[in-house]
């Protein structure tokens, strides 16, 4: 499965304006929601909260991937954001998060959920692509470099 099966354009926030890990998570699942991907917008928000309380998704580099399971959906599905400030978001680093791949998946998708956190992980590993993706200007153009990023895995 390719992250294009997974992340609508519509689901880009170019510009989070959150500043703490809380309002980051709402904003992202908030397109979730805006998507019409998920219907209720504090249980999602919940499930991501509970799972940072087992420790932060926040993997270092200024990227973090806050991911959780719900029994309310039947596909996964993923918001990314984007924040040119950053984010304190307790990264094993230490440093704000400037980059955010979120996913919920269906509870009964451990395989498929793992496999997603691999494979944004694996794009997520240059440097270069990275930086890229904090200086792009749009969704648009966020959306289409990591769908062609992922194709070249």
């Not at 992250?3 to 959150?18: F, T, W, Y």
């Not at 019409?36 to 200024?62: F, M, P, Q, Y």
């Not at 991911?67 to 918001?79: L, P, S, T």
Request: net charge neutral.
């Amino acid at each position: 499965m390719r992250i294009e099966e997974i992340l609508k354009e519509s689901c880009v926030v170019a510009d989070i304006k959150g500043k703490t890990k809380g309002e980051t998570l709402f904003e992202l699942v908030d397109a979730l929601k805006k998507a019409n991907l998920i219907h209720n917008l504090e249980k999602a928000v919940n499930v991501i909260l509970e799972r940072e309380k087992l420790g932060s998704t926040g993997i270092g580099d200024g990227v973090a991937i806050p991911h959780g399971k719900m029994k309310d959906i039947h596909n996964i599905v993923c918001a990314f954001g984007r924040s040119k400030d950053g984010v304190d978001f307790d990264a094993v680093d230490r440093k704000p998060v400037h980059i955010f791949f979120l996913l919920l998946a269906p509870e009964d998708s451990a395989s498929l959920h793992l496999k997603m956190l691999s494979r944004i992980s694996k794009i997520l590993r240059d440097p270069s692509f990275r930086k890229r993706l904090v200086e792009l200007t749009d969704a648009h153009d966020i959306y289409t470099n990591v769908v062609e990023e992922d194709r070249r895995l």
